[in-house]
Every structure is written in structure tokens, then in C-alpha cells.
């Protein structure tokens, strides 16, 4: 699929916000919270989370629409999406407020309750956000448990890393940390085998990978820009640039971070710990794009260039002489 800017915004700037709120509020379990050191994890979450947001919109053909966002709560994950994003953002935006004008409070009950929920909303937002592409039938790369799990993951896993170039650190964190970069990991590495199935079930031979089921038509092929330009298809990519950006992924969000952890500890190098958030960065942006750019749609399968093939049936001596 044709990796469109605004969602690729909101997935990496929601999984930010989420994964350094969680990784705070992770630290002040452990008593390793302070005020001073709140203040940029807290307004980097703001700010990821908020351009996130305001990057939604621009997926909306018609911005007038936005108004009925909330009417299908009932039946559609669009709908959730917006309300636990909101959800997300309002605790977040009151959070950041007590922590720029009362650092010191981080010790209170009130503060810690706080950080605690907005922490809550966040994942709640983040699983949202991944049941939306997970419950896709016709993105055949998508429906599956692993999205879910891909999603959360990297998200924390980005935060986390973003986070700990601010804090003081402990063992137990980094134990932790690369617990958590082994098993995203393992989920990435079994998402992208299940990416390489889903290829696989939309051919010409195979069809279009869907369940038997009634479907109906919600484009009838008049409406504008022409089908085969949407979002839905895209070229596949080539095996080169596909091997290049795993590499690329693989290398910036797993193994460059845990060297720079590695080489932080052990005194080596000071500044490596400042290697962690850009890792993390890169890494994520990388992930993300080959998340929608590798991703397969099941109408892919009517649109496939394939070559000609001679028929398959005998033809009659009446019809050959034709």
C-alpha cells in the first residue's frame, strides 16, 4: 500500500507519547522520578502526541466530515481512535501543565495517580490505533494478532529509548529495556514473515485471500481519483530497497541501541546516550513505512500485470480453423 504521510504521523507520534509516558510512570514505580527530570520526556510526549494528531486531520478528503467522527463508536475502530486519542491528549496536556509548574510535586499522590492514568489512556490509545489496521479482512499483512502486538511494542520501545537520555537510570531499567527490544524484536521478525505469507495468497492463481463471505460494493468505479491511483495499490517494492530497509530498521531500533546502552554503562563513551533517542527515531520511521509500504490489499489481485497465458481449455478443430 502507498504509505500516506499523515498516518504515518499520527502511529509514530501516538507510539512515542504512549511509550515515554509508560516508561515515566515505570520510573516512578521504581523511585527514580524526579520533577527536573520530567520536563523534557513530558513535553516531548506533548509534542509528538500533538503532531500526531494534528496530522490525522490531513488523511480526511473532506475536513467537514470530522464533525461526525464520534458517531459510530458502536461499530467502527476510526471512531474509538479518535475518542481514546482525544482521551489520551487531554490527560496529557493536564499532565505536562503540573509538571512545568510544579516539578517538585512529582512525589505526591496526586501527581502519581495522574501519570498513572495518562499512562493507562496511552496504552488504551495505542491498542485502539492497532485493532483498527489489525481488523482489516482485506489487508491480508495486517489481520493478524501480531499488528497488535507490533504496534504496542514499537511504541514503547521508541519511547523508552526517547526517555532515557533524560533520566538517571538504573540497572533494572536497562535489564528491562533490552528484555523489551529482544521480544519487539522476535514480534517484528514474525510480522514481516507473516507480510511475505500474505504476498504469497493474492495472485491470480490464488485470488484475493478473503474468507468466502457476502461482501458489497462501496466503490462503484465512477468516483474520483481513479481506483487504481488510491492508497489501496501500490507497486511492490523492489527485493533490494525491502532487504535495505529491514537492515535499516533492524540495525537503528534494536541493535544500535542496545550497543549504545552496552557502551553508555560500561563508561566508555558518555555520549552514547544521546545515540538512544536517534536510534530510536530512525529506526521507528523506518519501521513504519515498510509497515504500510509492504502491505498487501487483497484488490491487489485485479490489478496484477501478469503475463499472458495461452488457454487453458483444448480448442476444437471448429474454433482453430476460425
Given amino acids: 500500500m ?11 507520534g501516538q507510539g512515542l507519547a504512549g ?11 521504581m523511585g527514580r522520578l524526579t520533577g527536573p527530570e520530567a520536563i523534557v520526556p513530558v513535553l516531548a510526549a506533548l509534542g509528538t502526541a500533538a503532531v500526531g494528531g494534528m496530522g490525522s486531520f490531513f488523511h480526511m ?13 458502536k461499530t467502527s475502530w476510526l471512531s474509538r481512535e479518535a475518542l481514546t486519542t482525544a482521551i489520551f491528549g487531554a490527560f496529557l496536556a493536564v499532565l505536562t501543565v503540573w509538571t512545568l509548574f510544579d516539578g517538585a510535586g512529582v512525589s505526591s499522590v496526586g501527581y502519581q495517580t495522574l501519570l498513572v492514568v495518562t499512562a493507562a489512556t496511552g496504552v488504551l490509545a495505542m491498542w485502539v490505533t492497532a485493532m483498527l489496521y489489525a481488523t482489516i479482512p482485506a489487508v491480508l499483512s495486517w489481520h493478524t494478532p501480531l499488528t497488535v502486538l507490533n504496534l504496542m511494542l514499537v511504541g514503547i520501545t521508541s519511547g523508552v529509548a526517547v526517555t532515557a537520555g533524560w533520566v538517571s537510570a538504573v540497572p533494572s531499567l536497562w ?19 507473516h507480510f511475505l505469507r500474505a504476498h504469497g495468497q493474492i495472485r491470480a492463481e490464488t485470488g484475493t485471500g478473503l474468507p468466502f463471505s457476502p461482501y458489497r460494493l462501496q466503490d462503484t468505479g465512477t468516483t474520483k481519483p481513479p481506483y487504481r491511483t488510491q492508497t489501496q495499490v ?11 530497509v529491514k537492515l535499516w530498521t533492524v540495525g537503528w531500533l534494536f541493535v544500535i541501541p542496545l550497543a549504545a546502552v552496552v557502551v553508555w554503562q560500561t563508561g566508555a563513551w558518555g555520549g552514547a546516550r544521546w545515540v538512544l533517542p536517534v536510534g530510536a527515531m530512525l529506526g521507528v520511521i523506518a519501521e513504519r513505512w515498510l509497515f504500510f509500504a509492504d502491505a498487501t490489499h487483497s484488490s491487489r489481485v485485479f ?20
Fill in 234 to 244: 501500490w507497486p511492490l517494492l523492489q527485493p533490494a530497497l525491502l532487504r535495505t
Fill in 61 to 73: 478528503h473532506n475536513l467537514k466530515a470530522a464533525r461526525y467522527v464520534m458517531r459510530r463508536l
Fill in 19 to 29: 511509550g515515554i509516558i509508560v516508561c515515566l510512570a515505570a520510573l516512578m514505580w
Fill in 303 to 322: 490489478f496484477v500485470d501478469e503475463p499472458r497465458r495461452a488457454p487453458q481449455v483444448p480448442m476444437t478443430g471448429a474454433r482453430k480453423s476460425m
Fill in 175 to 193: 535489564i528491562g529495556f533490552a528484555i523489551l527490544l529482544a521480544l519487539t524484536a522476535a514480534v517484528k521478525l514474525l510480522h514481516w514473515t
Fill in 2 to 12: 502507498r504509505p500516506a504521510t499523515p498516518l504515518l504521523v499520527l502511529t509514530i
